[in-house]
């Protein structure tokens, strides 16, 4: 069971841990299919896909999200992908 949490703990939160205001660009996005699958992109690159119960447990708790919340929770999913040693393009 997720435990609500209060707006103003919210705020304090992000504040703590989008220090550099990384969260801010909107650097994740998503797309969701008909047949469940959810594609993550980090400035439009796939990066992960979803499918099953972390689909849905994804699309219910995104729908509630605000824009920065939602950053968040995508950053979250996709874990650390980057390790520095990527070529900038």
Known sequence: MKQAIVPNEVQQTMK???K????????????ATKDGKVFLFWHRK???ILKGLAAQEFLEDISDAETKEA??????ITGNFKHGNERSS
């Open 46 to 48: 796939q990066i992960k």
């Open 16 to 18: 703590e841990i989008d």
């Open 20 to 31: 550099r205001h990384k969260l801010d660009e909107e650097v994740f996005s998503y797309r």
């Open 71 to 76: 950053q968040l929770l995508m950053a979250r």
